[in-house]
């Protein structure tokens, strides 16, 4: 296919000037905590290490999740602007465990102040779900669709909740501690992922014409996705429109 | 002048000399075969690192003939599969192997390609002959250069004993 990258793509206008701020200093676990716990009914975990590790108890998240993860981001105090991982966490046969069968770690840093902040959300077995923040954090897209897939947690709100590791045949959730640990499963067919080429290629300022599969090694012409120029929809996008793409290519 | 026919009892093959042998169409196809292996390296983990080593000079893989590494499955007769595969990897590698041209061989390389290697679990294809058919496998984690280089050796008797007659398994 002919490449995207030639048909005149400027990044300019998706991209903000920054200037590296310098680091002041950051809050302690305590300060945190205080800040934190009574404003949004947090609990302190007693086991926590070298972290703050704060709990959202089950049942709380899907009306608060949200709301306490904003005001983390964007309060002038805490900036936490960075989502450094998000974990899941099954204790099924966990020892001397008592409350919810789930749990999801936010893992929050502050680039400016340097602090750090575990965020444990508890989840019941039985409504396995909590709102999205991908639109907080866009690497929350992937890392929630990867909690999706391996542990079975829905996340409401979210754009394109499928599975990204395993494949698209796959039954259950593999890291679900009564998942069978060798039970495999066959794929027959490979996902083409045309939903995502021409999504990127509708972010990029293409219309999609024809849609169809891309068969490696088939018949071109056979099954041919072609994907012609939209008209310059505003000005920003106007550079980016210029001519077709076939994307059936091989 | 005039010509004097040979005589009757000298026979052609004597009269050429030693300009010519007889043999079989499969020892001199398989000599060719066997001597100018194109190979498609299909790897997915450290056992491709190690086939590098054995395409580069040191252990110098065109000293069997089979220098020639191309990168489409139209062009070769020889892929090695070195690295693990998953079942999400798996329809792919299907795939390249049926996109391949007869004559074709299979190479497993390594532990991970020959029975999954530690990866015992729900995501790991638990050795590609689930998949393809293989003809040669190469034990090691991930195998030395001497042991790929014993691997196309293995291969190279055993295309020695093949008959243009005989078909080969097809995949269905």
Redo the contacts between chains.
Sequence with gaps: MSSIAGAGISHETDVRSWKREPIKPGKSDDQLEAALTERFGLTRDAKDRWNLTLVLAAGKAKAQLHEVVQFLRDSPDLRFDMLLDLASIDYLSYPNHRGPRFAIVYLFKSLVFRHRLKLKVEIDEDDAEVPSIHDLYRIADWTEREVFDQMGIVFSGHPNLKRILNHHEFVGHPLRKDYPCQKRQKLSINDPMVDQLEARLKHYGYQVVESGEVHLGAPIAAKHQSVAEQGPVDDQKKANAHGAVGAGGV | MTFKPTPATVTPEVSLGDSFITTRVDAVVNWGRRNSLWPFPFGTACCGIEFMGVVSSVFDISRFGAELVRFSPRQADLIIIAGTIT??Q???LR?IY??MCEPKWVISAGACATSGGFY????T??GIDEIIPVDIYIAGCPPRPEAFLEGIVQLQNKIARESMREQKAVGA
């Excluded at chain 2, 015992?120 to 995501?123: A, G, I, N």
Aim: glycine share 0%.
């Design positions: 079942y999400k798996a329809p792919v795939r049926e996109q015992d679990c729900y995501c294809v638990p």
